[in-house]
């Protein structure tokens, strides 16, 4: 977003600024959509509903949020520990020195610009432009600004040039300002959009998200600017609009060092977000997983009672006028369970997804008024600006004369932005326990972890699933979930008495064979069934990449795809137990689906074996099933060691997923029930 010149519409003159105008008001009594809903898949609207009904679910948990004051403060440190997991950053990073250095400075009328780039950790690059006053006395420290960019390109120059006028205007009224680029528009670009076009489902399954980078770049500037002699650390505030306004709220949630937040354009809520499509406007940068399955706005609340002011604009598809009067509302009661009311203001400008000039002024008052201890109005935001057409923008200071690296050659050969997220949140590593007392240490320990952070949307208990159309012998049948999602499971192959076990096939496939391969595994004697998870036939749903609508969504709300779909099989399971005359209940899959049908099992008591031919060897493998945050417990070859108190039955498995299992199950003490 530049600072295009734009008449304005509203302007507010006062500090304290109402959530008004007519036209905002009535926007807020409909539901705002980013578009259409799919419905050219049968499972479209079913899964929507789903969706819808799991994010108003989570949103509703906000009106207890602020029940009282005591409750909210005894909760906060849990909160706060829940909200950097969910960021990927728990544990946090170290504090590694930040080898700061100033490349170059630009003298402008009053205010110097210092080119600098720091290491927030080791090998990961900020760039940034620093702009001070001309001029600083001696031993004099001033009020610093962290100025979190967003999704402006500038190429090779970096985004921060787009964001100039805000750094020089900062700077001439007596502040520091450190304008930051973003990860994947910076001079070093890494990269943002993992999950929403290229499809780096592992994202997932580590738990990493560039919304956690962009946190600790912030939070790691706010170090830097405090190691400066001419900063005032007791008066330091965050803002920036779009990825920047939702920067704004992860790094003032994450640093209790900042005083002042002013967020433009950061935050819808799930309402908005999923049933309402506005998570297809939006970058991964934009989102932490919903690991814990928090209303969205309990993240705002982590910044109270500190001022923030809240602005939006009142055409903006992608931050809407109903979630933002949701937001309002919810942070007024927050901030009035501390008697600081008068701390959160709210600005609603009428246009688009950009600034204008009572966003600016509106701004500029409020870090006066709570920096300095100036509440005056503002005359003069409207100087040093971007102008020009958006393709061919104007700017204030050559954007060349900006870069930290002025030509690529001067680009440092050993960034880690490129690959920061195969490296940023720590993994896990495969265990193979020794012994029976290390085996039930570490499953136990394992199991209660894979509960916290990566099936936590699973029940304590899973429920059978309702049968529809049902018979005391069913060759078809159909289940409905108390989720609203059908899942049809019919029986293949009848055993050849006299029968000994029941198995469950998984097949992703749409269709009515088990594959060959899996069938080889299979003994005359079992009564085979076969289930098709969610996705698959009647229940699939559309898929269009970008903006991976349904699986991103999924994330938001505390679980992914496979994570029901795992629920799926162990809820057919349990049906099949409680037929007459059930059998042992076995589950079978080749491929991803051996990972669902081993995963079912682990959480399911009535689940007694699993065959799992040819399973994918890790998470870390894009086209693997995966799970919000498995990989920081364990990978594969470790979930398969954890059903030693089955019987497994692996064929064709990678040799780590063989040795592993095996190790675990010889510490068990059963040996005989890993079968190869």
């Given amino acids: ?93 170290e504090r590694t020195p930040l080898h700061a250095t100033v490349t170059g400075t ?60 805000h750094g020089i205007w900062l700077a001439k009224h007596g502040y520091i300002c450190l304008i930051v680029d973003t990860l994947q528009l910076g001079e070093i670009a890494g990269i943002h959009h993992g999950t929403y076009n290229r499809e780096r489902w592992s994202w997932h399954s580590r738990g990493y998200t560039s919304a956690g980078v962009e946190c600790w770049n912030g939070v790691r500037g706010i170090d830097y600017l405090i190691s400066r002699p001419d900063v005032d650390p007791e008066r330091l505030a965050v803002t920036g609009i779009s990825g920047g306004g939702a920067a704004t709220f992860w790094i003032a949630a994450a640093d209790d060092r900042i005083k002042v937040a ?27 997983y919903n690991t814990f399955q928090w209303p969205w706005t309990r993240i705002a ?9 809240f602005m939006n604009s009142d055409q903006d598809a992608i931050f809407p006028m109903d979630a933002n009067g949701r937001i309002t509302n919810r942070m007024e009661r927050c901030y009035s369970l501390f008697g600081a009311s008068d701390r959160f203001d709210t600005v609603v400008s009428i246009g688009g997804h950009d600034y204008r000039e009572d966003l600016r002024r509106a701004r500029c008052q409020f870090l006066n008024a709570h920096l300095k201890g100036d509440a005056r109005p503002v005359t003069d935001s409207e100087q040093d600006l971007v102008t020009g057409d958006r393709n061919d923008p104007v700017h204030p200071i050559d954007p060349e004369k900006l870069r930290v690296f002025p030509t690529d050659a001067d680009l440092p050969k050993d960034e880690l932005n490129s690959t920061i997220d195969e490296l940023f949140v720590p993994l896990a590593k495969n265990i193979a326990p020794t012994n029976r007392e290390e085996h039930d240490r570490e499953r136990q320990r394992l199991l209660s972890e894979l509960k916290r952070v990566a099936f936590r949307s699973l029940p304590a208990e899973i429920l059978a699933a309702k049968p529809v159309a049902f018979s005391t012998s069913p060759t078809v049948f159909t289940l409905e979930f108390e989720d609203g999602i059908p899942i049809s499971s019919r029986l293949h192959r009848a055993a050849k008495p006299p ?113 799992a031919i040819a399973p994918p060897a890790s998470h870390l493998d894009n086209a693997a099933p995966q799970f919000l945050n498995i990989l920081r417990v364990a990978d594969v070859p470790t979930m398969f060691g954890l059903l030693a108190d089955k019987e497994l039955t692996l064929r064709d498995a990678p040799a780590e997923i063989v040795t592993t299992s095996a190790a675990w199950f010889k510490a068990a003490g059963a040996s005989e029930r890993f079968k190869k």
């Fill in 1 to 93: 977003m530049c600072d295009h010149v734009f008449r304005p519409v509203i302007h507010c003159g006062l500090i304290i600024v109402a959530l008004c105008v007519t036209t905002s008001n009535a926007a807020i009594a409909f539901a705002q959509a980013l578009g259409a809903a799919d419905r050219s898949a049968p499972g479209d609207e079913m899964i929507q509903n789903f969706l819808r009904t799991e994010a108003l679910r989570l949103d509703a948990v906000s009106a207890t949020d602020y029940a009282t004051r005591a409750e909210w403060e005894q909760n906060r440190p849990r909160y706060r520990d829940e909200f950097f997991y969910m960021l990927g950053l728990s544990p946090l990073p």
């Fill in 106 to 165: 630009v003298n402008g009328e009053g205010y110097v610009v210092e080119n600098l780039h720091y290491q927030s950790r080791p090998r990961l690059y900020v760039t940034a432009n620093l702009y001070r006053p001309e001029k600083i006395a001696k031993g004099e420290k001033l009020p610093a600004v962290l100025y979190v960019c967003g999704h402006s390109s500038r190429g090779r120059n970096g985004g921060k040039t787009a964001f100039q006028s």
């Fill in 262 to 288: 002013i967020p433009v354009s950061g935050m819808a809520d799930l309402e908005a977000y999923v049933p309402n499509r506005v998570i297809n406007g939006h970058c991964d940068c934009m989102f932490l």
């Fill in 301 to 309: 609340g982590l910044i109270a009672p500190r001022p923030m002011l």
């Fill in 499 to 611: 029968a000994q076990r029941t198995v469950l096939v998984v097949s992703s496939n749409d269709g009515d064979d088990v594959a060959p391969t899996l069938l080889t595994a299979l003994q005359p004697t079992d009564d085979v069934y076969l289930i098709h998870p969610r996705g698959v036939g009647k229940t699939a749903w559309t898929r269009k990449n970008p903006p991976n609508y349904v699986e991103r969504s999924h994330a938001l709300l505390g679980r992914t795809v496979d994570t029901s779909r795992v629920s799926d099989v162990a809820a057919v399971a349990k049906v099949l137990k409680a037929l007459p005359d059930s059998h042992a209940i076995h589950v079978a899959g080749l491929g991803n689906d051996a990972i669902l049908a081993a995963y079912a099992a682990l959480w399911e008591p009535a689940i007694q074996g699993v065959i």
